[in-house]
């Protein structure tokens, strides 16, 4: 940190005035006149069977979603996204790397003891823990102070940047400013855990019988790859405003499979429709189907190491011809938006760039192209190789992609359909000229989209660099001043984007059908629906 | 006999060991690792579940521990179900396939000799053709076509039975995948045993049987029914194995938690110990109903003693 004093004292001073937050208890809010059904039962499907219940070990959909609640944080997000209050009663940031937790004294574990800051301060050691290899670890690990370390091991687990300064009163500290640690604290690989319960059960201390949890719920079932199934928690502090008394969570992947269990009435809850089906469900359940667009990004991972492809002209012109208008609406036609930079809408700390030809007409695109792989040396009937995960979907839209390339620019696309796993491994490994690729928020913070082009970041498939921008995302992180650092962070993306790192194509949304009797479901820009604030309709 | 099962049981170990061997490197030679995800973990993440799972060690080293671990009857850990040990998930997946695998065959084997019996008797008539029509139905049709037209109609349309899931060997949930398996079945039971009926009631024991005067009935199920069964002996050891440990689409079409659909996400997920643990299972069974097949030989044709 390279602040001097007074600006840290400034700072924290508009920080404090920027994070107070106050205790009121936010939870399902039923409207007026909503006449509750007297079964408060939910099945929903959570796509595939959860990889694990330890809330540090959760990385996929249905462990993230089972385990929000069962577990509580300090605090959590509604079904718009909103970071409400959780175990922590309010918060404060007190020095640009300190916040403080001030915890609710009624909060209690499933056994009926209370849940205190010492519980935190295990949890998290828990997570970064080398032994404990949670895969998130890295990522959430390195916002609290040497949590880096730690999960690389050169420091002890004690050394983590948590604190119970009494039992009720959490200190954070982190090793840079991080303004959204209110909505990263939401996450359940943060929350509490129940120190006495795992040393009793080591592994299988999330067995049904054998957990204790904090959250909404507690777990009463768990039948691999067929259920799970939690039921109201009675102690929770809040259980007044709980109204589901049930929830199963099914592990349905085929989405076929998926919607015959809805239409047969035995899921409430479609995760992802079959490809090309969003049409049809639209006009067959205008009531049912909910779509909303979420903090994720479609998008193609040029190799800006290729020999080809290390022409930033190059890179541009393949950009620049594929409509994402057509894409959009008559391709994957499921209510997706264009996009045209790392930064997808809703997202805070970075304002969503674009670029000029985006307005213009396509075949004013096109002749641009057309001369930028001209000076570029590229010729027309030149090779590409694109490599893709075998689906339906992300066939089409290769397909489309290659035949713009194709009807354009006149080159070839070999299209190269490959299983996951490889995919991965190849993209992980640069070892591939155009590949596929997604990332769907972890928090809503633009850092968590600057990753995929920032350099040298794991998660950086294109493996470009701009040092400039680098320098700015660095100015950016140390500020305090919210204002300055999404400048900073805007300015960054724009810069890093003028690059032509990748091709962002589309922002995801997810399209689903969800019963017209299930509430409380609102536009969650993380997708993230806690099982707290949703209740079922008299119907 | 007995010492024949025996030394049929010794052989199993180093078929065994070599189904394990060759498994263990192909798993290992492709391309992807168990923790490769889109969020690619970072190389200290990495690191500590590779000791977690002893995946930092020399290959031969991790063998070596797998063989260990698994002649002590311990299958190891899940990659990717980490609250599991392979034999937990085995263990639970095992019976469900069982009992819809297992019943389908038991329940094709008597409706497939039965049909296959009519339609021989009945060679060539109006019945024949029928039931082979049936039977050609059931084999031209793939699985997940006819799996969801029976959802169609008798969990959407008529609302009999659920449209899939599981749950504690309730039968509700079990008819339609084994009606999807039994039909699948019936077909090549049906043909295998009307080839073969009609091929014995040709020979000359039976014809001798009729010159006696001896009743149909009698003529078809005291003398030609047990010839005539040793084809269908034959292609039901494959049939039963395939049923119980390969029903990946019916499990799939009916979220069944099966071992099918186990084997192929842990193939997908490269979860090393878990598909290591179901080959060594599906080995066995197979090896098992080898055996029972062909003790069935002897109990049908006098003419093979072991």
Redesign the interface.
């Known amino acids: 940190m390279h602040h001097n004093k007074s600006l840290r004292i400034t700072a924290s001073a508009v920080a404090l005035a920027l994070a107070a937050c106050s205790g009121l208890a936010l939870a399902a809010q039923v409207p007026a006149g909503v006449k509750l059904a007297a079964k408060q039962e939910l099945t929903r499907n959570t796509g595939s ?1 959860p ?4 809330p540090v ?1 959760a ?1 996929s959909v249905p462990a993230n979603t089972i385990t929000a609640d069962l577990f509580e944080g300090l605090t959590a997000t509604d079904s718009f996204g909103k970071v409400v209050p959780g175990v922590a009663e309010s918060w404060k940031q007190t020095s640009p790397t300190t916040w403080v937790f001030k915890l609710r004294k009624n909060a209690k574990w499933s056994d009926g003891s209370a849940v205190t800051a010492s519980d935190f301060v295990y949890g998290w050691q828990r997570f970064v823990e ?6 998130y ?3 959430y690990g390195i916002f609290i102070l040497n949590g ?1 370390e730690i ?3 050169k420091k002890p687990a004690s050394a983590l940047g948590v604190k119970a300064v009494d039992k009720y009163t959490l200190e954070v500290q982190t090793p840079y400013p991080v303004p959204f640690m209110p909505s990263l604290v939401a996450n359940t690989q943060l929350a509490p855990l129940p120190k006495a319960t795992i040393d009793k059960f080591g ?2 201390w ?2 049904p019988g054998k957990m204790v949890s904090n959250g909404a719920f507690a777990l009463k079932d768990w ?5 799970v199934v939690v039921e109201k928690n009675a102690q929770y502090w809040d259980v007044k405003n709980v109204q589901l008394g049930k929830i199963t969570y ?5 989405h ?2 998926d919607v ?2 809805y ?4 899921n409430d809850w479609v995760l992802e429709l079959p490809s090309g089906t969003y049409d049809k469900y639209k006009t067959q359940y205008p009531k049912e189907i909910r779509n909303a667009p979420f903090l994720g990004l479609r998008y193609y991972s040029l190799n800006n190491k290729d020999p080809l492809l290390k022409d930033v002209r190059v890179r541009k012109a393949l950009s620049m011809v594929i409509d994402r208008d057509i894409l959009a609406k008559k391709v994957t036609a499921d209510g997706q938006s264009p996009a045209y930079s790392a930064i997808v809408a809703g997202t805070a700390g970075a304002d969503v760039t674009s670029y000029d030809w985006a307005k213009w007409p396509m075949a004013k695109r096109v002749e641009e192209a057309k001369k930028l792989l001209a000076q570029a040396g590229v010729q027309p009937g030149t090779k590409l190789k694109f490599a893709y995960n075998t689906s339906d979907y992300h066939k089409k839209m290769a397909i489309f992609a290659a035949s713009e390339w194709k009807s354009k620019l006149g080159l070839n696309t070999e299209l190269e359909s490959l ?8 993209r ?1 490994d640069a070892d591939y000229q155009i590949a596929r690729n ?2 769907v928020a ?1 928090y809503n913070d633009a850092t968590t989209f600057l990753a995929l082009v920032q350099c040298d970041n ?2 950086n498939d294109n493996k470009n660099c701009n040092a400039k921008a680098e320098a700015l995302i660095k100015q950016g992180s140390d500020t305090t001043d919210q204002a300055k650092r999404k400048q900073l962070f805007t300015q960054a993306v724009k810069m890093i984007m003028d690059d032509y790192p990748m091709i962002p194509l589309l922002q995801y949304t997810a399209p689903r059908l969800v019963k017209s009797y299930v509430g409380g479901y609102g536009k969650n820009p993380m997708d993230r629906y806690r099982g707290k604030d949703l209740y079922i309709i008299q119907h | 006999m007995w010492s024949y099962t025996f030394r049929r049981v010794l052989a199993t170990i180093p078929t065994l060991l070599a189904v394990i061997t060759v498994c263990y490197l192909l798993l290992h030679l ?4 168990p ?11 990495l ?3 590779q ?2 799972y002893h995946l930092d060690l020399p290959l031969w080293q991790q063998y070596l521990y797998y063989i260990k671990s698994l002649l002590q009857g311990d299958l190891g850990a899940s990659f ?5 040990s392979v034999n ?2 085995v263990g ?2 095992l019976p469900v396939s069982a009992a819809i695998g297992g019943g389908a065959i038991v329940i094709s084997l008597f409706i497939g000799v039965a049909l296959g019996i009519v339609a021989a008797l009945r060679q060539n008539s109006i019945i024949d053709y029928l039931v082979m029509l049936l039977g050609n139905i059931g084999g031209a049709f793939p699985s997940f076509v006819l799996g ?1 037209v029976l ?2 109609v008798f ?2 349309g008529l ?1 009999w039975l ?7 060997f309730s039968l509700r949930y079990m008819v339609l995948p084994m009606a999807l398996l039994v039909f699948i079945n019936i077909s090549t039971i049906g043909r295998v045993m009307r080839g073969s009926m009609i091929e014995v009631l040709g020979s000359n024991f039976i014809r001798t049987a009729r010159a006696k005067g001896l009743p149909m009935r009698t003529i078809v199920l005291r003398h030609a029914l047990k010839p005539a069964l040793m084809p269908v002996v034959s292609v039901i050891g494959p049939l039963a194995i395939s049923s119980i440990t390969a029903a990946v689409v019916t499990e ?7 071992l099918g ?2 084997i192929v ?1 842990g193939a ?3 979860d090393y110990t878990l598909v290591l643990g179901l080959v060594v299972l599906v080995t066995v069974i197979t090896v098992v109903l080898n055996l029972l097949v062909d003790l069935a030989y002897a109990l049908l044709d006098p003419k093979i003693r072991y």
């Open positions: 069977e990889e694990s219940l330890d070990l990385e080398p032994k404990t290899a949670s895969p670890a890295s990522t880096k999960t690389e091991g592994k299988d999330t067995k039948q691999v790859n067929s259920k099914l592990p349905i992947e085929d076929n499979a015959k269990l239409e047969s009435g035995e299983e996951f796993k490889v995919l991965l491994k190849k992980h997604g990332w972890d794991d998660q | 492709t391309p992807g690792g923790f490769d995800g889109e969020r690619k973990v970072s190389a200290a993440v690191a500590n579940l000791a977690k990717r179900y980490a609250d599991w937990d998930l639970k997946a969801p959802v169609m969990a959407i609302e659920p449209a899939g899931g599981w749950d504690d799939t079409v009916f979220g069944l938690p099966g659909k186990l996400n997908a997920n490269r």
